[in-house]
């Protein structure tokens, strides 16, 4: 198990710092490229040519997972609306389970499994099949029972996974998607510009990831500031309502620190309540759509006092007057806004890991905690 972990202490942290190599195996021999090696031509994904126009003429995606792999299904859900031009909907697995949710032989659905071997995804996915939807799969684990039982799918290849708390599946299942979503929209000459400037995006990826990475020493810093806290809010919104969801996770299922994740526009409708001058959060407020939005929630916040902990792109230093404290400051790499989520993560991923071994508790195997929950 040492040799396995490297020069890590964990497999956590280990799987944290694999993700920008493990990000462009999924990309590999998917995202072809121009003669100069760097400009992406277009994506191609064999497994899945065959399958593409009936998606397209589907009445509606639904993607569908459990824990880390339902925030990926978050995080891609307003790209894959706006690039294939179909309602995009979201399923918890066994809600639709609960539900007996109304699925058609006209609708595609998304199964998104790290293990593939989750009991409630599998059987969701039993019952779509039933119904006569055409099955999709965004699984790591070849020859898993999820990858076998869909149509058709994407092998997300980002290597062994064996922390209980995903990280390096959670930014590669968004990559994949990403993929996924391009070669969907590759016929249309309105969105041409806007899948350029992404597929420009994926090939800097890695890079800018490892780059994120280089944030594990304020991490640390900052995760002994909040070690003896109870409570950690995270207020996301658009492309980054899934990375304050799935950061709130981390630090909830490792760190044991009771965390959740916000949608920002939700916070004047109960959230404000618990705002005071001791609760510490953390704002995502990298340059997008949402940006001026998300600068007036922080003002409100920082009107009730707040600890304000804020994620920013790295040449942005107008929100600096908000943060409250040199490490309170968290500048990001810049890049395509509905990428942003894979590069925003990392601090957070980081930041869970520091608290948990500063706290104390075991950051592969949290308590009561399985990596594959087998068991519906
Ligand atoms: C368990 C794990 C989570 C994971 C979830 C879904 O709850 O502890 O980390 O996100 O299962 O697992 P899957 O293998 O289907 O992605």
Same mark, same amino acid.
């Given at each position: 198990e040492q040799i396995m972990k490297g020069n890590y202490d964990h497999f956590m942290k280990k799987e944290i710092h694999e993700q920008p190599d493990a990000m462009t195996q999924t990309m590999r021999g998917r995202v072809v490229f121009e003669p100069d090696g760097k400009t992406v031509q277009r994506v191609f994904i064999g497994g899945m040519v065959d399958y593409l126009s009936t998606i397209r003429r589907s009445r509606r995606i639904i993607l569908c997972g459990c824990g880390t792999s339902y925030h990926s299904a978050i995080a891609i859900r307003s790209l894959m609306e706006e690039l294939t031009e179909l309602p995009v909907t979201l399923e918890l697995a066994s809600d639709v389970l609960d539900r007996q949710c109304p699925f058609f032989r006209d609708d595609s659905i998304i199964f998104i499994s790290q %293990? =593939?071997?989750t009991a409630d995804t599998l059987r969701a996915l039993e019952y779509a099949k039933s119904k006569g939807a055409l099955c999709i799969g965004i699984v790591n #684990? #070849? =020859?898993s029972a999820i990858s076998r039982a869909t149509d058709c799918g994407i092998h997300?290849? !980002?290597?062994?996974?064996?922390?209980? !708390?995903?990280t390096k599946a959670y930014t590669c299942q968004i990559t994949a998607m990403v993929l996924l979503t391009l070669a969907l929209s590759e016929d249309s000459r309105s969105l041409h510009d806007r899948r350029m400037e992404i597929m420009r995006g994926l090939a800097d990826l890695p890079d800018n990831m490892r780059r994120a990475l280089e944030l594990d020493q304020q991490m640390l810093s900052l995760a002994k500031t909040l070690v003896n806290e109870n409570s950690l809010l995270l207020f996301g919104r658009g492309f980054n309502y899934a990375t304050a969801l799935e950061g709130a996770l981390k630090v909830k299922e490792v760190a044991l620190l009771h965390s959740e994740g916000i949608l920002?526009?939700? /916070?004047?409708?109960?959230? $404000?309540?618990?705002? +005071? +001058?001791t609760l510490p959060l953390v704002v995502i407020a990298t340059r997008d759509s949402s940006y001026v939005k998300q600068k007036s929630v922080i003002e409100q916040l920082r009107a009730r006092d707040a600890r304000c902990i804020l994620i920013v792109g790295?040449? +942005? @230093? %107008? $929100? @600096?007057?908000? !943060?409250? =404290?040199? @490490? /309170?400051i968290i500048r990001v790499p810049e890049v395509a806004d509905c990428l942003q989520p894979l590069i925003n993560i990392v601090p957070l991923q980081l930041l869970s890991y520091h608290l948990t071994v500063l706290r104390g508790h075991n950051v592969d195997q949290p308590r009561n905690l399985a990596k594959s929950v087998t068991v519906e």
């Amino acid at each position: 198990e040492q040799i396995m972990k490297g020069n890590y202490d964990h497999f956590m942290k280990k799987e944290i710092h694999e993700q920008p190599d493990a990000m462009t195996q999924t990309m590999r021999g998917r995202v072809v490229f121009e003669p100069d090696g760097k400009t992406v031509q277009r994506v191609f994904i064999g497994g899945m040519v065959d399958y593409l126009s009936t998606i397209r003429r589907s009445r509606r995606i639904i993607l569908c997972g459990c824990g880390t792999s339902y925030h990926s299904a978050i995080a891609i859900r307003s790209l894959m609306e706006e690039l294939t031009e179909l309602p995009v909907t979201l399923e918890l697995a066994s809600d639709v389970l609960d539900r007996q949710c109304p699925f058609f032989r006209d609708d595609s659905i998304i199964f998104i499994s790290q %293990s =593939g071997e989750t009991a409630d995804t599998l059987r969701a996915l039993e019952y779509a099949k039933s119904k006569g939807a055409l099955c999709i799969g965004i699984v790591n #684990v #070849v =020859g898993s029972a999820i990858s076998r039982a869909t149509d058709c799918g994407i092998h997300i290849n !980002a290597g062994a996974e064996i922390g209980v !708390a995903s990280t390096k599946a959670y930014t590669c299942q968004i990559t994949a998607m990403v993929l996924l979503t391009l070669a969907l929209s590759e016929d249309s000459r309105s969105l041409h510009d806007r899948r350029m400037e992404i597929m420009r995006g994926l090939a800097d990826l890695p890079d800018n990831m490892r780059r994120a990475l280089e944030l594990d020493q304020q991490m640390l810093s900052l995760a002994k500031t909040l070690v003896n806290e109870n409570s950690l809010l995270l207020f996301g919104r658009g492309f980054n309502y899934a990375t304050a969801l799935e950061g709130a996770l981390k630090v909830k299922e490792v760190a044991l620190l009771h965390s959740e994740g916000i949608l920002a526009g939700e /916070m004047k409708h109960g959230p $404000l309540a618990l705002v +005071d +001058d001791t609760l510490p959060l953390v704002v995502i407020a990298t340059r997008d759509s949402s940006y001026v939005k998300q600068k007036s929630v922080i003002e409100q916040l920082r009107a009730r006092d707040a600890r304000c902990i804020l994620i920013v792109g790295e040449n +942005d @230093d %107008s $929100l @600096d007057q908000y !943060a409250c =404290g040199k @490490d /309170m400051i968290i500048r990001v790499p810049e890049v395509a806004d509905c990428l942003q989520p894979l590069i925003n993560i990392v601090p957070l991923q980081l930041l869970s890991y520091h608290l948990t071994v500063l706290r104390g508790h075991n950051v592969d195997q949290p308590r009561n905690l399985a990596k594959s929950v087998t068991v519906e």
